[in-house]
């Protein structure tokens, strides 16, 4: 199937379509989401380092695959959005057949670039507890 060509004119535009696609197991949305260059990185929980566009897509095609049944939600999203590049910090809840199995805290971090705002870097780690810690800066 073709490629969707969407160009994103910004970086939360890119990241609602970026788990769209994991949600649909869209393929095509999920190659519309990534920048088509070797210097992008992904790394799944768990996984190694996955370098290039045709790897992570890839990647992504298996995880497509072997995730029937599966949905991910994201909350807590914190943005620091910055010229041309917006780091995205959110919390993952993944589930499968309606169940919770997992939760993941994820960097996606997006560039403002020749055809539009794209995805360079996903990371995403377990969540092995639901706690965040916050710096008091009284105590700096």
Request: hydrophobic content about 40%; some cysteine; proline content about 4%.
């Amino acid at each position: 199937m073709k490629d969707l060509d969407i160009n994103f004119t910004d970086s939360l535009q890119v990241e609602e379509s970026f788990y769209q696609a994991f949600r649909n197991r869209s393929i095509e949305l999920m190659k519309d989401v990534w920048d088509k260059s070797d210097e992008v990185i992904c790394i799944h929980p768990g996984s190694p380092r996955i370098y290039s566009f045709g790897l992570i897509i890839a990647s992504w095609q298996q995880i497509f695959s072997a995730q029937e049944g599966a949905t991910i939600d994201i909350s807590d999203p914190v943005y620091k959005i910055q010229d041309d590049v917006s780091i995205h910090y959110v919390k993952e809840m993944l589930s499968v057949n309606n169940k919770p199995v997992a939760s993941v805290y994820a960097t996606n971090i997006y560039q403002l670039t020749n055809d539009g705002w794209k995805m360079i870097a996903h990371h995403a780690s377990p969540a092995f507890t639901d706690s965040e810690v916050k710096v008091n800066p009284s105590l700096h």
